[in-house]
C-alpha cells in the first residue's frame, strides 16, 4: 500500500474491520474479542487517503465511517432476503452512513468524471435495484 499510487485503494477482507458488530460476537476485527489486533489494522490503513474496506460475511448491508479518520467500510450483506438478519434495522449507529437488513450485493465503479478519478459504491438488492450509493472523487 505504501508503495501504490493508484488513485483510490480498495481493501477487500472476508469480515469486519470497523463494524460496528454486536457485543456478543467474537470473530472478527471489529470486535473487543480482537481489539488489539483491529486497532493494529486501523491504525496502519488510517495512514492512506483514499483507502476503502469492502467486506462479506454480515447478515446485513451497511456503510461505516469513523468519524476524524480516512476508514470506510461497505458490507455486501446477505446474497438473499432469507439470510438477511442478525441487526435490528432500527438499530443506526452514529458511524453508520447507511444501514439496511435485506439481501441484495455490493456493486464498485471507477471511472473518470471531468478528468478526476471517481469511485462509486452502490448497494443493490436482490433484483439489481440500487438502494444506497456512496461517491468518491479525487
Known amino acids: 500500500m505504501k ?6 485503494k480498495i481493501l477487500i477482507t472476508p469480515t469486519p474491520i470497523l463494524g460496528p458488530d454486536r457485543d456478543n460476537k467474537k470473530d472478527n476485527y471489529s470486535n473487543s474479542t ?3 489486533e483491529g486497532d493494529e489494522i486501523r491504525n496502519f490503513i488510517n495512514q492512506f487517503d483514499n483507502i476503502y474496506i469492502c467486506n462479506g460475511d454480515r447478515h446485513w448491508q451497511y456503510v461505516t465511517h469513523l468519524p476524524e479518520t480516512n476508514l470506510w467500510e461497505f458490507s ?6 432469507e439470510h438477511a438478519g442478525g441487526w435490528p434495522q432500527s438499530d443506526l449507529m452514529p458511524e453508520h452512513k ?5 439481501g441484495g450485493f455490493l456493486r464498485g465503479h471507477v471511472s473518470r468524471e471531468s478528468g478526476s478519478p471517481k469511485l462509486t459504491f452502490q448497494h443493490c438488492d436482490v433484483n439489481g435495484n440500487v438502494v444506497h450509493e456512496e461517491i468518491f472523487i479525487k
Open 76 to 81: 455486501s450483506g446477505a446474497g438473499t432476503d
Open 34 to 36: 480482537w481489539n488489539y
Open 3 to 8: 508503495e501504490s499510487d493508484a488513485s483510490f
Open 98 to 102: 447507511f444501514l439496511r437488513v435485506k
